[in-house]
């Protein structure tokens, strides 16, 4: 999520800070690019206009045109009133009440009401040790309160029990009472979907509010909503009043512009994120994290979460085993390149990562990514025999022509191949021989040591404690750390904005891609053919801008 | 289910007394309560409320009053998203003439009205190239757009035929968690067991819990075999397994649902991969019409559920569902520009007959007419 929208406003920022002095017509084209990114992201129409005219308000003052890069001034700005925007600080559930606290559940129809309530009820239970009742007042859709149930079953929490005939009101007054007797913690009262002009229901809803006090109201919303998000939150806060907005489908890939629109027109903040099909697929929300990859200064979190999710972990992990032996051979490289190619590509990798968002501009101008350099170069080694793929110095001239004619490329690419082959095992080598911080991020990401991530992980998903150590222990990354580094990647971390120590050390993150991600090794990318770079330039930007 | 408020407020009357239920229409009340414990005993009383939709309760209390009405049911539906369109157009060009400031403004307002900026941009450049500098009535702004969008929907405006030739005709459902496959799925049975076509379910959703119980309502409502298999059951062997059962039975239409899932999880997209591949097995010009089910609600991520559930499924028309909410449809404009996929049905209500053809001018002059 967020994406697209981060690299819209990156294309505009960058077009800013190319200028010495801004004008204030500059400023407005700006924003008026800044305000169709956000219009396209489904940031709703009226909260845009807000935000434009916040921005300019403070762009166009004196301090701006007259400082010495206008251009960062403006993007700091926009950047403040986006944090502004999402709110700065976390706002996790409020549990802070006489138990059995009550919570309760509403939303449009489809919006992932009941899934988010179990979920819910399995992270208090789990985490908080909490006890915990769900109660489904979801009289309409068929099988809802089954689902509950059926629900509360595989997270071992408990579901009132379903009496047929009863309104939701008079569920609402029983679970109350249930939870009261029955020594609950927290009671859930999940609700039917409705739609928000649906007088009588909205009425139901409200008059279920009144009678059981909840403690916390959540509006669950689709974070794929279009410009009708507006309408959503503004007649739930109206007519039912919430205390917080959950987010569902945030790891779809929409823009979120949903989530820009809720919190600024409720003025309520998003407690919860809902990122997946499993039990834990829930997270609190963290509006400073959220705004960073908007803003495309990356979210190095979510791209490690990511790579959980999506790589093998045993595979990264016998990969990582190799490379420490120096035993990486094509085989290997096939597999990594594989996984490059399951995280999204090398633009997807690259756009989350912190600082890079401008690289990656400048890559494109010199002739883009080519994603299908990936499948290429497998389809290179796979036309190797097994011999050629464990030995690949037998491979002499001839051989080299057979494998580009299988392979439909040219001997050419065989030999770039090879070449970047050679280049990782190499820098695997180094990476050996310094134990420093850099190994020690190798062995914990699996990253530098080039498994991919996930194989110091433990071979599962991390949990957030674990991504929360080590997002510390990036942040406190020597900077001495960067002195050890291969030479070009220095130089791209030299060409990285300068955005202040923190930033600083946090994109000193990067090395441990440059040692591990298949075919930077020889400062290359994947799919970056080389030809269209000086030879031995970096391309991620080692050139001088 | 709309009609459920109305016949909810008649069985909260009742059991309550003082509920507002002077909206409640009489009949819905009289059909509410037998069928119910009938049909779902486990299920509150509020499944009961459903039941009326079913095929004889329908046909008897809540067709009539639904039928006369749908085009007003739709406008009224869409009436949310007119208003604030006409609205928001009438308020610019009352004020100005047509200059850039104003042009500008109502791109604002295209935008917001979820039209996606193509076709935005093409209504834009009509009117800067035929109305430039001129006073223009708000009216003749309507009317550019009105054309305008009905242009663009006119070629997808397809209805949903079952062709007769495929014994069964095997229908695929596919969209995101969330979107109304299986409410879409009761209305299509309910629909074509009044046209007299035998039909079968298949129960493919075997992730979500009650996803089968779900659809087993609606099954019995319209009084239709569901195939199912246990929970956490191989959706692909569970379509096939239909596909047979269908053509042994010589049933005229299957309906499989799927789990919604979210179309950049490789993963299960590949899932649905293998449901296409497999029915493929059995009868190797099934599925016959693969149908996504698309949020009224959802904005430009629209357009990226639709390229990859084609990608995967091979897309042959979109349902359009929870227009009658506040969701302007207007991202289904931008899809038709974009995608030319035919728009067979409309979801503009709960009931069984808030399902509807999808008419381009109706749908054109609804969003751009208050």
Redesign the interface.
Known sequence: MFQSLSDRLSGVFDKLTRRGSLSESDVNDAMREVR?AL????V??DVV?DFTDKVKAKAVGANVVKSISPGQMVIKIVNDELVAMLGSDASPIDLNAQPPVTILMVG?????KT?TTAKIGHRLTTRDKKKVLMASL???????????I??GH?ITVDVLP??????PL??AMRAQETARTGGFDVLLLDTAGR????E??M??VAEVKRATSPHEVLLVA?A??????V??AK?FEARVGVTGIVLT?V?????G??ALSMRAVTGRPIKLIGVG?KWDALEDFDPKRIAGRILGMGDIVGLVERAAQ?LDAGKAMAIAEKMRKGSFDLDDLSEQLKQVE?LGGMGSIMGMMPGIGKMKKQIEAAGGIDEKMIKRQRAIISSMTPHERRNPKVLDGKRKRRVAAGSGTKPEDVNRLLKQHRDMADMMKMMKKTPGMMGKMAGMMGLGGGGGFGGGMGGGQPSAAELEAMQKELAQLDPQAIAQLPKDVQEALKALPKAGQQQASKTATLPGLGGGLPGLGGGRLPGLGGPALPKGSFPFGGRKK | MSDEPEKKRGLFGRLFGGKPDDRAPGPETVADTPPSNAVVPAFEGGEGRDVPAGIPAAASTEELPAKQGWLQRLKAGLAKTSTKLSDGITGVFTKRKLDNETLEDLEDVLIQADLGLETTERVLATLRKTRFDKTIAPEEVRQVLAEEVERVLTPVAVPLRISGLNQPEVILFVGVNGTGKTTTIGKLAARFRTEGRSVLLAAGDTFRAAAIEQLSVWGERTGVRVVSREVGADAAGLAFDALSEAKRDKIDVLMIDTAGRLQNKKGLMEELEKVVRVLKKSDPTAPHQVLLVLDATTGQNAISQVEAFQLVAGVTGIVMTKLDGTARGGILVAISAKFKVPVVALGVGERVEDLQPFDAREFAQAIAQS
């Open positions: 169709r219009l396209e992201a489904d709703a129409l206009r449009l129809q489809g919006s992932g899934t979801d009289t309409r859709r068929p099988a809802a309160m089954e689902q509950l059926i629900l595989q379903i009496v047929a005939g009863q309104t008079q569920i739609t928000t002009i649906d009588e229901l009425d139901e689709d794929l909503t279009g410009q009708d998000a309408n959503t007649a489908r790891d779809g890939d929409g823009r512009g949903a099909e999506t399951q």
